[in-house]
């Protein structure tokens, strides 16, 4: 059996910081509470990560790059519109049953107030990278494609966001159920 390697710490780092803002915000990352969770000296956060904004950007660039291979897998599988949309909203379902959590720039967004530049750049980017990905999939041409995309990523970001409230899974299900029967997406 090979001998255990200690996890890598900037991944542990994120890790721990992803769960965090997740649950209860940006605001409430503390390189303090990270470094205690993580098992580590917070000067040893302030390595991997000089500043909050450092870190915030780190996170959410890293979830954009999930997500972009989260979409190109659901392409790769999924044959339409319809059953991509499904993947789609399933993955935003997923965060509510991982402990009620938001998706991470969809509360990162919520808190642009207190955001520094480098963290809304990374926000600006997945947002981007969901509005051509929802054009794609629904097919939206024209003037009014990107608007379309962007109230269809709103829409379901709002029913995740009830959900939470609700502390109820199921208030997303039918949500998003409405949604496709308004004809918001398929």
Request: with cysteine.
């Amino acid at each position: 059996m090979p001998p255990e390697t200690k996890p890598d710490t900037r991944q542990a780092i994120l890790d721990a910081g992803q769960a965090v803002v997740q649950a209860r915000g940006y605001n409430a990352l503390s390189f303090r509470d990270l470094a205690k969770t993580v098992g580590i000296k917070s000067a040893s956060i302030h390595y991997h990560f000089p500043t909050k904004g450092d870190l915030g950007a780190a996170l959410a660039k890293r979830y954009t790059e999930t997500a972009a291979k989260a979409f190109e897998h659901i392409l790769a599988v999924a044959p339409d519109a319809a059953g991509r949309m499904r993947l789609y909203t399933d993955v935003f379902r997923g965060a509510l049953i991982n402990d009620n959590r938001m998706c991470l720039v969809g509360i990162m967004a919520a808190e642009k107030a207190d955001m520094p530049a480098e963290v809304m750049a990374e926000v600006e980017r997945f947002i981007a990278l969901n509005v051509a990905w929802l054009t794609q999939v629904l097919g939206l041409t024209g003037p009014e494609a990107d608007p379309k995309a962007l109230a269809v990523l709103s829409a379901i970001n709002g029913a995740q966001l009830l959900a939470r409230g609700g502390g109820d899974v199921a208030i997303y299900d039918r949500t998003i159920a409405a949604y496709r029967t308004a004809g918001l997406f398929p």
